[in-house]
């Protein structure tokens, strides 16, 4: 139904642009406003001309465009809500939410004194917990400590071809020198 719908608004749109494209531009000024005013105006075929023919479809299909797209926002505004309601009703526990409390025996109970959990349950679920925290804490200590050589390791590397840098342009410097002096005793000679 909403392809239907989105098919019928688009042929809408399509024929209300082409229409309004095939109208006359007002580009005469002012005299031509009067001059074209009276020979509409009191003449006798003034709602037969092209130009009246043309804004009567305008308006019409402008109001259709207006009224498509509002049925348009409805149906898939309901279409959304009906299949937000599936979903709902699909997976009941998703809307229902249980309030539970620790009975003094720290036990957790629901609203109608039912057990949930029982405290050695909530004991043993709460140490895997700590130990999977303590582990998570171990590997983010061997990540950070790896990070670090890495970083150790790039910085001698950097260092290390900053120091080659500094010998090559200290050689390429002796051999500037070198080939100057021989130009200059080739020169002398």
Do not use: C, W
């Not at 042929?11 to 009276?38: N, P």
């Not at 001309?49 to 309901?78: G, P």
């Not at 109970?109 to 303590?134: F, L, P, R």
């Amino acid at each position: 139904m909403i392809t239907a719908l989105v098919i019928v608004h688009v042929i809408i749109a399509l024929v209300l642009t082409v229409i309004v494209l095939m109208q006359h531009g007002r580009q005469q000024g002012l005299s031509g406003a009067i001059a074209g005013g009276a020979e509409t105006f009191f003449g006798k075929n003034k709602g037969r001309t092209i130009d009246a023919m043309l804004r009567k479809f305008t308006a019409v299909f402008a109001i259709l465009f207006i009224l498509s797209s509002i049925v348009l926002t409805y149906v898939s505004i309901r279409q959304a809500n009906l299949e937000d309601e599936a979903a709902e009703e699909s997976n009941p526990d998703a809307s229902q939410s249980m309030n539970v409390t620790v009975d003094e025996n720290g036990n957790l109970v629901d609203e109608s004194g039912n057990i949930v959990m029982s405290a050695e349950d909530m004991a043993a679920q709460q140490a895997e917990a700590e130990t999977g925290d303590a582990a998570e804490g171990e590997a983010e200590g061997a990540v950070d400590e790896a990070a670090g050589a890495v970083d150790e390791a790039a910085g001698d590397a950097a260092d290390a071809a900053a120091g080659a840098a500094d010998q090559a342009a200290d050689a390429a410097d002796q051999a500037a020198d070198a080939a100057q002096q021989a130009a200059g005793e080739a020169a002398a000679e």
